[in-house]
């Protein structure tokens, strides 16, 4: 993200997602290459069929819930002091630009977060922040990254609570409540009940737009600090890709920026037959005619990154 965005900028269209997406966030083991995906090495056969054979992840069964104690040793009502400090925390959000970040950072790590309900709040809305404003996703990773880095762990009934195990908390909730919001859209669809206006369905949409791609750049951005797993990634991928025979624009588009994101570090050796499966996919999208131009010339970029070895073409222009 360029030092030089304003806070104003803060505005971006998302993507909203018609595929499951289920998936564990807290099964934290990195990607092996064991597995392997057909249609590797250029098949032009490759198919969402080749690629399964990755180890999809379960879903949590144990995830942590937050419980809020009654009293703090002062007497006051807990819920009355976490109350001042988000209080405090959205108003140093609220100010939060790339080039005030280490001032304001410092007045974060100040609010005192020593306490699971502390946590859970903060995570909560940085999390929100990100996704509705997508164009700062890099600058919320960083903060999450910090911060976990400063945290201390918890131990809260024999169980050991991070700042890290929170935030995988809250990208599983995250595409968990997506799936569930659609279905339930769907649901009263087919039953009739949906009263709402045009404008009022369209409204609905853009926001869900707006939160997957915030997901999607947010889930990019913490992988690239290391704080999500290669394996997350890979999950996320095969999802973007969906149906081979009825693409998801919006889902493609989707998977064309976590691509650009995220490809110069999932794009190696062990992975590379995984890799070759997915752009094997991608170019058969790039050639079906239902999918808009805008969205094809988006699939022939991120080919076209991959074969430069994820260098913008402009740069090697530049050096030649």
């Known amino acids: ?20 997406r289920s998936s564990s966030f807290n099964q934290e083991r990195h990607f092996s290459g064991g597995s392997k995906c057909g249609g590797g090495g250029g098949s032009s056969s490759a198919t969402p069929a080749n690629i399964t054979s990755l180890q999809v ?12 104690r009654k009293k703090s040793s002062r007497g006051r009502n807990v819920s009355d002091e976490e109350e001042i400090k988000q209080r405090k925390l959205n108003a140093i959000l609220n100010k939060l630009t790339p080039q005030n970040f ?15 309900v502390t946590f859970s709040g903060v995570v909560s809305q940085i999390f929100d922040r990100a996704l509705m404003e997508p164009t700062f996703c890099e600058m919320y990773a960083n903060l999450c990254f910090h911060l976990a880095a400063v945290l201390p762990d918890l131990s809260v009934e024999t169980e050991r609570i991070t700042f890290k195990r929170l935030l995988l908390n809250k990208c599983q909730e995250e595409f968990e409540r997506e799936e569930k919001e659609e279905e339930e859209t769907n649901k009263a669809d087919e039953e009739g009940e949906a009263k709402q206006t045009e404008g009022e369905r369209e409204e609905k949409r853009l926001r869900a737009r707006r939160r997957m791609l915030g997901n999607i750049r947010l889930i990019g951005e913490l992988y690239k600090k290391r704080m999500l797993t290669e394996r997350i990634m890979h999950e996320c991928i095969k999802k ?8 998801d624009e919006e889902d493609v588009e989707a998977l064309c920026k976590l691509m650009g994101t995220i490809g110069v570090m999932i794009d190696h050796s062990k992975a590379k037959e995984h890799m070759d499966a997915y752009f094997d996919i991608m170019v058969q999208f790039s050639n079906n ?23 913008p073409m402009f740069k090697k222009a530049e050096i030649g």
């Open 102 to 116: 280490e001032k304001l950072f410092e007045q974060v790590k100040q609010l005192n977060i020593d306490n699971v």
């Open 1 to 20: 993200m360029s030092h030089n965005q304003s806070r104003g900028d803060r505005t971006e269209s998302g993507q909203c997602r018609k595929t499951s």
């Open 289 to 311: 005619m239902k999918l808009s131009s805008r969205v094809r010339f988006m699939l022939k970029d991120s080919i076209d990154l991959r074969k430069n070895k994820w260098q």
């Open 240 to 247: 973007l890709l969906g149906s081979s025979q009825n693409p």
């Open 57 to 68: 992840m379960h879903k949590a069964e144990n995830k942590y819930e937050i419980k809020q």
